[in-house]
């Protein structure tokens, strides 16, 4: 096996003898393995050791374990502990995740504070095998059945060639120690389900599986590469990239025989799920919006807008005089009349003399100010306006300005400005609806 190790580390990481590796070891048999492997083949590296205290003295006994085994074979040993338990819970966070969180932003610093060039981990070819099914089983696109990568930004994974029946008999045959993690012989996460009861009766089926499997791999890879291939055409034909947001032209968007399957491409790496809704929103009224975690998506007549939640769609709507409806981004009707009647958050009445056309509607941006109607000309920043009437990130983010010149002069559907208010000398009167 160390001979196949050493071809794989050849072809595919060609340079690693130069550089310096960060060795991340539990004290599990395959980080162990790993280690060995590192050494016979005159690797440079250090090893890093996370202690999560979730198994009371066995976590400090690992820890123990794997500092022993760097000190007998002089190896730079790192480690450090957490209380993943706390963070899990002030974070909200499966213990898995949170570890896993906690895991890499720890070998980030080392690797960034001790000059490595990559980190490497122990995966296998069945830790890939185990990822495909549980995506398979939580529905998932290509890109979650290609396996785990051999290499992603500054994590190589030097194992993933390799069974875990081939590292299990080079551990045996070569007298090697390791810890024992007493979780891996239960089935409470879904990974050890597939480990103890799918992956036997597949390779009962054929003995042969893990090859198959590997072919599967490489042919769900090429095939990927001719969905991404395929994908970047029909980008430069469909979308515009603007400087803080892309529009996808919905004309030439339903050309495509199957475009579904574009949006998905283009918008799941933006951390989009909605797929039934985004796939409407090709024919919903101007203004609809889906979100994801940090982007919004946004229909606009013959658009859709994709921007940052953080930065929101920076650009304006025009509204020219004389307009007696609008329907982008919201919908709005514009009438003049004789008297005012009750003002309500969907009802303004202003004084039209007071308007300097064309009016705009644009998001909120930092440092806007306003005079709220009913506080005697007093300014107050819409940001603190929105605190005070504990609006969410949401519906911050969904908040729209009817602006005259530099002048807000309605907070729609919240709050009119002072300036723009009926008085005695008003000659004209203005309503404006809110009818979305």
Known sequence: MLLKFKKNILENFPSITSQKILLAVSGGIDSMILADLFLKSNINFAVVHCNFKLRDASSDLDQKFVEEYC??????????????????????????????????????????????????????????????????????????????????????????????KEIENYAFENTLAWREDASNATDYYLRNKIRHHLTPILREINPSFSESFQQTLKNLKQTQSLVDDASRMVYKKVVTDELDYKKINITELKKLPNFSAYLYQWLQPLGFTAWNDIYKLVEAKTGKQIFSEKYQL????????????????????????????????????????????????????????????????????????????????????????????????????????LCSGYEIVWIIGLRADERFKISNITKTILQIDLTS
């Open 71 to 164: 000190n007998q074979n002089n190896i730079p040993f790192f480690t450090t502990s957490f209380d993943t338990s706390a963070f899990s819970k002030d974070f909200k966070l499966s213990t898995q995740v949170a570890a896993r969180k906690l895991r890499y932003n720890y070998f980030y610093e080392i690797l960034e504070k001790e000059n490595f060039d990559f980190i490497a981990t122990a995966h296998h070819l069945d830790d890939s095998i185990e990822t495909f099914f549980i995506n398979l089983s939580r529905g998932t696109g290509i890109d979650g059945l290609t396996g785990i990568p051999i290499q992603n930004n500054k994590i190589i994974r030097p194992l993933l060639h390799l069974s875990r």
């Open 298 to 401: 946004l229909i606009n007549r013959n658009f859709l807008i994709v921007a940052p939640k953080s930065k929101g769609i920076d650009f304006e709507f025009r509204i020219d005089k004389g307009i007696s409806e609008v329907n982008v981004p919201i919908n709005m009707l514009f009438c003049k009349v004789a008297k005012i009647y009750n003002t309500t958050n969907k009802t303004i009445f202003v004084d039209y003399e007071k308007l300097q056309f064309p009016l705009t509607l644009r998001r909120w941006k930092t440092g806007d100010i306003f005079q709220p109607l009913g506080m005697n000309g007093r300014s107050k920043k819409v940001s603190k306006f929105f605190k005070d009437e504990k609006l969410s990130i949401i519906e911050k983010e969904n908040a729209w300005l």
